[in-house]
């Protein structure tokens, strides 16, 4: 079955470039944004669909899950997580997505919020002993 991809909104690259990254052994370097949005889709009710946050490493494309759940009957749904991304190069392009099994008529984004789990330090900043 083919998903259909909506896009919810893009993440301006202000909020990315402020995240503080952490080295790991196995994803090169991960950085972690709280994401939220609240969703309005009609004709959706109980249908499941997912959170997702797309965004380019260099020249590859790559997307994380956030959340999963349903419109209530009114079609409204609540879909928020912290999105861990890893990078080998930079984040770039990041995007939040909506996700369905079913194609996706009508998507009205109520409010969508984006915003890193912990700030970078000030480049001329240095730590304390």
């Given at each position: ?7 919810i ?23 972690d ?21 797309s965004?380019?490493?260099?020249d590859?494309?790559?997307e ?55 700030l ?10």
């Amino acid at each position: 079955m083919q998903q259909q991809d909506s896009l919810i909104g893009p993440v301006p690259s202000g909020i990315v470039d402020v995240a503080r990254s952490s080295l790991t052994a196995f994803d090169g370097r991960v950085a972690d944004f709280n994401v939220a949005a609240w969703l309005n889709l009609p004709g959706m009710a109980d249908l499941p669909v997912s959170l997702l946050v797309s965004y380019l490493d260099g020249d590859r494309r790559r997307e994380v899950a956030v959340d999963h759940g349903r419109p209530n009957a009114k079609g409204k749904i609540l879909l928020s997580g912290i999105a861990r991304l890893p990078f080998k190069q930079k984040i770039e392009q990041m995007q939040v997505r909506l996700r369905a099994a079913v194609p996706i008529k009508s998507l009205l984004v109520d409010e969508l919020f984006v915003q890193a789990v912990e700030l970078a330090e000030p480049a001329g900043r240095k730590a304390r002993a």
